[in-house]
C-alpha cells in the first residue's frame, strides 16, 4: 500500500501546475492523500493486534488442552 501512496504522490507531483490554478483542489488532494496515509497507518496497527490477538487465543487453548488432559 505504501507504493501506492507513493504513486498517488509522484501523479499528484505531475499535475502540480494544473493545480496550482485551483488551490481548492489542491488542498482537497492532500487532505485526501493524508487521510490515506493515515488510514493505511491505522490498518496496519489493527491487523497487529489482531494477529497478537490469535495468537495468545491459540496458546491458552492448548494451556486448557494439556489441563484436561492431566
Do not use: C, G
Not at 13 to 24: F, G, I, R, V
Not at 26 to 40: F, G, R
Not at 52 to 62: A, G, H, L, P, V
Request: glycine share 0%.
Amino acid at each position: 500500500m505504501l507504493e501506492k501512496i507513493e504513486h498517488y504522490k509522484e501523479r499528484i507531483a505531475e499535475l502540480s501546475k494544473e493545480l496550482e490554478k485551483a488551490p481548492e483542489i489542491q488542498t482537497l488532494v492532500n487532505e485526501l492523500l493524508e487521510d490515506l496515509s493515515h488510514s493505511t497507518q491505522q490498518n496496519h496497527a489493527l491487523r497487529r493486534t489482531i494477529l497478537k490477538s490469535s495468537s495468545k487465543e491459540s496458546r491458552m487453548s492448548t494451556k486448557l488442552r494439556d489441563a484436561l488432559y492431566e
